[in-house]
């Protein structure tokens, strides 16, 4: 019959209570303690005892512990435990006091804080390799393995180079060219090889041996979701004749090709040279050209060659008459690089091009060697590739070989560009030294930094690079697949392959080791090869390792990581107790 409002409160004591402390994740390997503060509300003193059962994961010193508590008192027990192994479950703890108990469950988790470890061991090239693994004896026993790759050929998935160029959204000249020469050389390049375009389609076997995981996972991950592509001679024929007529279409009114042909056209030298040289060795591999449409082209880039000699002839007067330019550049080298692959030469432009070789990138000095050694100047195609080769690294560990190039003035430049210098090295390596170390580690390293969005960088790169591969294969004889490779560890054999032209697509070069078959110390691994083809191998540790400390390891990456460590310092802090007093309680810090 009225408003109000009201307020009841009650307390519920208990005369012995345990208050827990302790982390709710540890690491694999950690010691750590339980502490618990055990509070007495009782005018009766007496022996306390804590016992627990910690899960399957975790192991103790001692289970029990024992104290004696004071009457209205509290005091402290600590029980010390060690996570033995991964896993998540409940430590059950039972605090017993004159007739009285407080029972706990408490959760907790040991996780691996460690990281992979992985090691990577290469050989290439060679008749056979052989290296040590050595595994630490403080890894997870069921975590990791070995996993072996071979090969026996450099021809290393070029259909993933050329099938980006397929079906490009071409409309300029250059990306014309690009469209089907790549595809008409490795079509010819397979010729050698017995095989077909519509055999690599379903080959299920990825030859770069450098390459972790299953074949098909991998090739999807080079695939354009937009990319319908097929590998059927029928389908190139098609598309090499629709290039060729597109080609001659573009073809200017003055002989020579711009980046498009109609109202205000106008022809380029780099441009008119890229398509004169893409047309000549189209004609080379059993491409048919328009007659006289190559012919012009070489007309234009020679009377443009004429004009440029003519202005450096100017300019080695005192007051020389404009136009003029005191020396010789890089499109002069392209220039005469592509003339020369008509069987014509200059004298006195290839003279002056030698004389001011200091001033040209490393692209064109590629470019002018690889002119030269077809016209057999032996001395300056040496001095050249001296001159190449000044920039040249090997990296050991990753067994490729790269030119660190000065170019960072001049990059975007088509003479600037890294990847055509590189392919134009192996050219000139192609010619001169095709089995050599440099060579094979230079295939290597021009495969490993293509995958992206785009395979390289562009289509003339990507064009030019599968030019490179195919007259590295046409020299070193990887052309035809001829090998038995077989894996030894520890002197067992654990791998043994046959590789013929029959089933260079399709045999088995991978093979994984489970961590559990291999034992912790130092294991030997032989590739032994027999037969006409090189050899490519590799090998990958991955361990899940428990060193303390990690020893440093990496491949090409390499981060420097600092860990530190929680050390045991003794040390209390205030707590609430059961009638929220201020009680001591002891911490780990």
Not at 214 to 225: F, I, N, V
Not at 226 to 237: H, V
Not at 319 to 337: G, I
Not at 482 to 507: C, H, K, P, W, Y
Request: charged share 25%.
């Amino acid at each position: 019959d009225r408003f109000g409002a009201g307020e009841a409160g009650f307390q519920v004591a208990k005369p012995f209570l345990a208050l827990p402390t302790m982390p709710a994740t540890v690491g694999l390997g950690d010691e750590f303690e339980v502490s618990f503060t055990l509070m007495n509300t009782s005018e009766q003193a007496g022996e306390v005892s804590v016992q627990l059962a910690p899960p399957i994961f975790l192991s103790a010193a001692s289970p029990i512990e024992t104290a004696t508590l004071p009457a209205k008192g509290s005091v402290e027990l600590s029980l010390r435990l060690k996570a033995e192994k991964p896993g998540e479950g409940d430590i059950h703890v039972v605090a017993s006091f004159a007739g009285a108990s407080d029972r706990l469950v408490l959760p907790i988790r040991s996780v691996i804080r460690y990281p992979i470890e992985d090691k990577a061991f290469f050989g290439s090239n060679t008749e056979s390799a052989a290296f040590s693994l050595m595994v630490p004896s403080d890894v997870v026993p069921d975590f990791g393995g070995v996993e072996f790759g071979v090969a026996n050929t450099g021809f290393v998935n070029l259909e993933d180079g050329f099938s980006g160029l397929l079906d490009y959204p071409y409309g300029c000249t250059e990306q014309t060219l690009n469209r089907f020469l790549p595809t008409v050389m490795v079509q010819n390049a397979l010729k050698r090889m017995n095989l077909s375009l519509s055999e690599i389609a379903t080959k299920t076997t990825n030859l770069n041996a450098q390459e972790l995981g299953t074949p098909a996972e991998r090739a999807k991950q080079w695939k354009h979701d937009k990319l319908p592509i097929t590998f059927t001679e029928t389908a190139l024929a098609v598309m090499v004749k629709d290039g060729v007529q597109d080609l001659t279409n573009m073809q200017l009114s003055d002989g020579g090709w711009g980046w498009f042909s109609g109202y205000g056209e106008r022809s380029y030298p780099h441009t008119t040279g890229v398509v004169v040289r893409g047309l000549l060795l189209a004609r080379r591999n059993g491409v048919a050209i328009v007659p006289g449409i190559v012919e012009r082209g070489v007309e234009w880039l020679r009377r443009y060659q004429a004009e440029e000699l003519l202005k450096l002839q100017r300019g080695e007067a005192n007051e020389p008459e404009r136009p003029f330019k005191r020396q010789a550049d890089n499109l002069d080298a392209f220039v005469s690089s592509v003339l020369a692959e008509t069987d014509e030469e200059n004298a006195d432009m290839r003279g002056r091009l030698y004389r001011d070789r200091t001033h040209l990138s490393v692209y064109a000095l590629a470019m002018l060697a690889v002119a030269l050694h077809e016209q057999g100047h032996v001395a300056e195609t040496a001095m050249l590739r001296r001159n190449v080769e000044q920039y040249l690294k090997h990296d050991e560990e990753n067994q490729t070989a790269y030119l660190d190039l000065p170019n960072a003035g001049y990059w975007w430049f088509w003479y600037g560009s890294e990847t055509e210098a590189h392919a134009y090295y192996l050219k000139l390596l192609s010619r001169l030294e095709p089995k050599g170390k440099t060579a094979s580690r230079l295939v290597k390293y021009l495969l490993n930094n293509r995958k992206h969005a785009s395979y390289w960088n562009s289509t003339r790169d990507t064009a030019l690079c599968i030019e490179a591969f195919c007259d590295f294969l046409a020299a070193t004889g990887e052309a035809e697949p001829n090998a038995r490779i077989r894996v030894l560890l520890d002197g067992r054999q654990t791998m043994d392959v046959t590789v013929s032209r029959e089933n260079l697509l399709t045999f088995d070069n991978t093979l994984v080791v489970a961590g559990t078959d291999i034992g912790a110390g130092r294991h030997t691994v032989e590739f032994v090869k027999t037969g006409s083809s090189p050899l490519y191998a590799n090998a990958y540790l991955s361990v899940f390792t428990l060193e303390d400390p990690i020893k440093a390891t990496g491949l090409e990456v390499r981060i420097t990581r600092t860990f530190h460590t929680i050390d045991r310092v003794d040390a209390s802090a205030h707590a609430a107790g059961a009638h929220g007093q201020a009680v001591s309680q002891k911490v780990e810090k």
